[in-house]
């Protein structure tokens, strides 16, 4: 008798916990990283790599001259930029190209320009 009022006081105890649980910890884009601290809540950036340090992700920030726009100045940096590896000469506005690494893996290539494309035109989003 005793253990089943345990069992289910341990049940309601479980679903209470989830549920705050579940309140605190949203990550909408499921990269284990809270939204409310992910620097790119919408999209899976685990590493939350920030090359330019403005608080937008690599991942969703396609902003490389940080004009408030993603647009094709933007692309043409990342086409500068395109296929250099690591921090390596850039252009003035993204003089090591690591910003225009999105996804991460160190070299600026076709995984970036798609990454790019499905950014442009939708707007910097938060
Ligand atoms: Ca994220
Ligand atoms: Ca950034
Ligand atoms: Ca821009
Ligand atoms: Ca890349």
Redesign the pocket.
Known sequence: MVTRKLRALCLVLGMFHAQVTGAQERDA?E?A?DDAI????????SSQLDADDDGR?N?CDCDFNNDGACAQPDYSILLACFGKEGPSLGPPDDPTCRESDMDGDGVVGPGDQQWFSVLFGRGLQE
Do not use: F, H, R, T
Request: aromatic letters at 0%.
């Open positions: 884009d990269d990283i992910d620097n790119c809540p919408a999209v899976s950036n992700g991942a």
